[in-house]
Antibody, heavy 122, light 107 residues
Framework: QVQLQQSGAELAKPGSSVKISCKASGYTFTSYYISWIKQTTGQGLEYIGYINTGSGGTNYNEKFKGKATLTVDKSSSTAFMQLSSLTPDDSAVYYC???????????????WGQGVMVTVSS | DIQMTQTPSSMPASLGERVTISCRASQGISNYLNWYQQKPDGTIKPLIYYTSNLQSGVPSRFSGSGSGTDYSLTISSLEPEDFAMYYCQQYDSSPWTFGGGTKLELK
């Protein structure tokens, strides 16, 4: 069965970086893009961007350019997101999700990781 | 960015009740609208894609409709497992954006 298993919670200091992972199983990793979504109480769900797991190509929401860097390791079927220059505003739960296309018009996130809580505090 | 406004933000309801959640886009999104459910443990799953298409495995009591800027999710008869958060999401224009969520609570 399809699973996206994310790494554990992170506690980081302001100005530092964290790298969280999303390990895929149960399907051909390179056949589906992986997207990342941020969830906070104040801002709700925000789309960060996606990575083409086959080519490594990326597309970012302008808001997260310079903040998030998406990479993949095809050998381990794992997607990564690095968050840099952390501030308290980066404290959130971060989800990875698989992009799914259905026919000509359907597009949605069909499987989600369990989420990773990142807390930025001194 | 397209703004997605969900109403209500919270909704007390009873088992067996029919409920409807609304989602309004700041501009027309040509039916490119999905709905997701989030459980209290954080688990998120898709319910409806492209306005009215039921995701595989989702019970038929869930349905979606709408056009232009106005969309809705209806649950025909609430079951205990339906009390959760619901989010709409547009994919007409990048960046994809989500509604603020509707918390369905047991009355």
């Amino acid at each position: 069965q399809v699973q996206l298993q994310q790494s554990g919670a992170e506690l980081a200091k302001p100005g530092s970086s964290v790298k969280i992972s999303c390990k895929a199983s149960g399907y051909t990793f390179t056949s589906y893009y992986i997207s990342w979504i941020k969830q906070t109480t104040g801002q709700g769900l925000e789309y960060i961007g996606y990575i083409n797991t086959g080519s490594g190509g990326t597309n970012y929401n302008e808001k997260f350019k310079g903040k998030a860097t998406l990479t993949v390791d095809k050998s381990s079927s794992t997607a990564f997101m690095q968050l840099s220059s952390l501030t308290p505003d980066d404290s959130a739960v971060y989800y990875c999700a698989r992009d799914y296309y259905s026919g000509d018009v359907g597009y949605y996130f069909d499987y989600w990781g369990q989420g990773v809580m990142v807390t930025v505090s001194s | 960015d397209i703004q997605m406004t969900q109403t209500p933000s919270s909704m007390p309801a009873s088992l067996g009740e029919r409920v409807t959640i609304s989602c309004r886009a700041s501009q027309g999104i040509s039916n490119y609208l999905n709905w997701y459910q989030q459980k209290p443990d954080g688990t998120i799953k898709p319910l409806i894609y492209y306005t009215s298409n039921l995701q595989s495995g989702v019970p038929s009591r869930f349905s979606g409709s709408g056009s232009g800027t106005d969309y809705s999710l209806t649950i025909s008869s609430l079951e205990p497992e339906d009390f959760a958060m619901y989010y709409c999401q547009q994919y007409d224009s990048s960046p994809w954006t989500f509604g603020g969520g509707t918390k369905l609570e047991l009355k």
